[in-house]
């Protein structure tokens, strides 16, 4: 087999920095000699720039993905009595600001193929109390927005679309963020369009949902020290923005080389017996955050995950490096016990959460190395 030179990550973002960093100072040192920190024209100029490229009228920045979602729900006055629609097979975030506004988090199964929320059981899962629906275009990989917005619409359910691992991706023509009523993104630093720090944003075609954000996100004040609801502060400072603004013009071409790396893999690793590589749906385009395979177990001894980690341990033995996203679905966690779900509830998600493994991927990965990656997994499986 081919043996590395050196380690390869499951993701490395210190080859991204070191291509801007030129850049990236300069616009670092000038907001430090400005003296002006929070808010101004690199926040603006990134709102105005980030809801251009996504094709909406408004984009609010805030302090995380996490506050986002948070904020959405705030402004559709989404709180105690009512359910929330979601995935189980996601990062906690998704569902914990749907308990944090007051409301109740209704899980369904996911798709074997693409890890998405299933449609079919949104629908079922709908009742008088439902409000929303939150998809979560899942490791770069969009859901069926036509479908989803079908559905919405026939209920009159608010789509509030988790974009924290897929900025740039694409259902038919339209960009993710997009389509749906609100449209929240993560610039959590290993993401496609990763801040160096936290941050995240809004995006949506309704001003007055533009509007309720902005307010909720500076303490509930419109104006200066008059308070009109319960706020939180959640702002994007100065220099993320203007980091985001320099990484915002490489985007497009960093997700064609995640394609590019995802299609070489892709090649390969189908013909590798037991592994199951990621499909995209047709009419999406994957802007690929992570690439996640299934582990298969037929004929083998053990649980999926204890097969799974042992084919870790032997990547890891190959300077190979891998990460699992996510071992354990929501609706079995010890936060969401309350709720009622039953192992074998969810088998779908479930099943992914045994058999799922993230290899190496970001867009400087070289062919060199996604032939170690490829030669590694092949020689950890057979």
């Known amino acids: 087999m081919i043996q590395s030179i050196n380690p390869i990550p499951a993701f490395d973002i210190k080859q991204q920095y070191a ?34 490229y996504h094709g909406v009228s408004n984009c609010v920045a805030c302090n995380s993905g996490t506050d986002a979602l948070f904020l959405a729900l705030r402004a559709l006055e989404i709180g105690a009595g009512d359910e929330v629609i979601t995935t189980p ?11 944090a506004v007051g409301a109740k988090p209704v899980f369904v199964d996911i798709d074997a193929t693409t890890f998405n929320i299933d449609l079919q059981q949104v629908a079922a899962a709908i009742t008088p109390q439902t409000k929303a629906i939150i998809p979560v275009h899942l490791f770069g990989q969009p859901v069926d927005m036509t479908a989803l917005m079908a559905i919405a619409q026939n209920h009159n359910l608010a789509v509030i679309e988790d974009c924290a691992q897929s900025t740039g991706a694409k259902w038919g023509t339209q960009k993710v ?31 007055a949902i533009a509007a309720k954000v ?23 400072d100065a220099i993320q923005a ?53 582990v298969l177990t ?13 084919i870790r341990n032997s990547l890891q033995a190959k300077q190979v490096g891998s990460m699992v996203y996510y071992p354990y679905p929501l609706h079995l966690q010890p936060v969401y016990q309350h709720l009622g779900y039953q192992p074998g509830q969810l088998p779908v998600a ?33």
């Not at 097979?89 to 308990?99: K, P, R």
């Not at 929240?184 to 995006?203: E, H, M, Q, R, V």
């Open 19 to 52: 291509s801007i960093e030129a850049e990236v100072s300069t616009a670092v040192l000038e907001i430090l000699a400005s003296g002006r920190y929070i808010g101004g024209l690199p926040v603006e100029s990134f709102e105005q720039q980030f809801a251009a």
């Open 89 to 99: 097979f996601t990062f906690v975030a998704t569902a914990e600001v749907i308990s």
């Open 177 to 207: 963020g997009s389509i749906g009523h609100i449209g929240c993104f993560s610039f959590y630093p290993t993401k496609n369009l990763g801040a160096c720090g936290d941050g995240g944003a809004i995006t949506t075609n309704d001003p």
């Open 214 to 236: 902005r307010i909720l996100k500076e303490h509930g004040q419109k104006h200066r020290y008059q308070y009109e609801k319960i706020g939180v502060n959640s702002r994007l």
């Open 242 to 294: 203007a980091i985001l603004l320099i990484k915002l013009r490489y985007l497009d071409t960093w997700n064609q080389q995640r394609q590019a790396i995802a299609s070489y893999y892709q090649r390969f690793l189908s013909q590798i017996p037991g592994i199951i590589p990621p499909q995209e749906l047709a009419g999406s385009t994957s802007v690929w955050n992570q690439y996640t395979i299934r």
């Open 298 to 310: 037929e004929g083998r001894n053990g649980t999926s995950a204890a097969y799974r980690e042992e």
């Open 350 to 382: 479930e099943q992914a959460g045994n058999e799922v493994l993230s290899l190496p991927m970001f867009p400087e990965l070289t062919t060199q190395q996604q032939d170690q990656v490829i030669y590694a997994l092949k020689d950890s499986v057979l």
